[in-house]
């Protein structure tokens, strides 16, 4: 259903609470979206491109000027009017590079801005995007505000981000990457989505975001949301990762975390870590213990890596799964890949650790510990010898 009436954001909003409790709480701490619809055509977008960077007020006073000095407002007369007119008026080059190609896109008849009302939210994308000075993120607020997509949703906007950040209590600001990674537990309601970051992120700071803060709500005296509504970490990133069908609401499997520690992106790998410390949705066997260990073997960040590794200790909930990861911490406690002392620590760890949970796997505890070398690291010295 399109975002375009009071009415629509109330249903689309109902039927995003109804799918994330994340959401759900935000709510019912005091945060809720106003309609955000704005005109669209070439007048929409051509202000839409002028927010680009800037805040709402010097937006605002930039087109304001362009129109007064653009009249009538439409691409003809645009591409009539003297470059040193569009300077005057406030324009920077680069704007008034993207503004003429606008401009002639729509005079020329390749951006169709009737035809794009009737598209999908992928095939307008695309359209806007395919014309030269028309990023992801100006398609995305005109699918959004100007056309009212509801699926649709700005990853790139940095006000967006760290909403997500204080939202979702995460130590940094989520990039592009990350942000739409973490948007589709959202969908089909990523457009509301976005209105509730953009109001969180309102009431939170106290100031307007990019184009689409709402002024009224950051000059309001609606209450900030109150502390009681403070979600875990660990417990948001868990309930972010994308669920497998079938699996229990707000528990990950295994394959969904598996899925987020192979993900290009540090962040997201970081995302399934967390999400590890979590209960499973199923039970952690023998071929889970296989991921497991290959992932920890072909982890490229360190401290990532180190975490796998203590992470793995607690894991194993047979003896299948113990033995397994236990032998392939083995092999970086022993270096045997010109694995660093830090590392070799950290597996040692998770082996002192997987022992003592599993008795059986004593004798080969001892056994390594008996046949390591130190190779000249003092920390691993000491820790042989409080264990020998």
């Not at 009017?81 to 020329?108: C, D, M, N, Y």
């Not at 071929?287 to 992932?295: D, Q």
């Amino acid at each position: 259903m399109l975002i375009d009436s009071e009415a629509a954001l109330q249903a689309n909003l109902q039927g995003l609470l109804a799918l994330d409790p994340v959401m759900a709480d935000m709510h019912a701490a005091g945060v809720n979206p106003p309609l955000r619809k704005r005109d669209g055509g070439f007048s929409g977008l051509i202000a839409i491109i002028m927010a680009q960077q800037l805040s709402v007020a010097s937006a605002a006073a930039i087109t304001t000027r362009l129109r007064a000095s653009v009249a009538p407002f439409t691409p003809e007369q645009l591409l009539a009017t003297p470059p040193e007119t569009l300077v005057a008026a406030g324009l920077s080059q680069p704007k008034i590079r993207a503004t003429i190609s606008v401009a002639r896109a729509a005079a020329g008849g390749r951006l169709d801005f009737d035809a794009l009302a009737g598209m999908s939210g992928e095939a307008a994308h695309a359209a806007l995007v395919d014309v030269k000075g028309i990023g992801p993120w100006t398609a995305d607020i005109y699918l959004l505000f100007c056309l009212g997509h509801p699926d649709v949703f700005p990853a790139g906007d940095l006000a967006l981000q760290e909403a997500a950040r204080l939202a979702l209590h995460l130590d940094a600001r989520p990039d592009e990457a990350l942000m739409a990674a973490l948007a589709r537990r959202w969908s089909p309601y990523r457009g509301v989505a976005a209105l509730m970051l953009w109001a969180f992120y309102a009431v939170t700071r106290g100031r307007e975001g990019v184009i689409s803060a709402p002024a009224e709500l950051a000059g309001s005296s609606r209450a900030r949301p109150h502390r009681t509504w403070r979600p875990q970490r660990r417990a948001v990133l868990a309930l972010l990762l994308q669920p497998d069908a079938g699996a229990t609401p707000g528990l990950p499997a295994w394959a969904d975390i598996l899925e987020a520690l192979h993900a290009a992106d540090a962040d997201v790998r970081r995302a399934g870590a967390a999400a590890l410390g979590g209960a499973l949705n199923g039970a952690f066997d023998s071929n889970h213990a296989g991921a497991l260990a290959g992932r920890i073997a072909t982890e490229t960040e360190p401290a990532l890596r180190r975490a796998l590794m203590r992470m793995a200790g607690q894991m194993a909930g047979d003896a299948a799964s113990a033995s397994r990861l236990f032998t392939a911490l083995s092999r970086i406690a022993a270096g045997q890949n010109g694995d660093r002392p830090t590392d070799r620590l950290a597996a040692l760890g998770a082996l002192d650790i997987l022992a003592r949970r599993r008795p059986e796997l004593t004798p080969r505890w001892r056994r390594l510990l008996a046949s390591l070398d130190a190779g000249g690291s003092s920390r691993l010295e000491q820790f042989l010898a409080k264990r020998l």
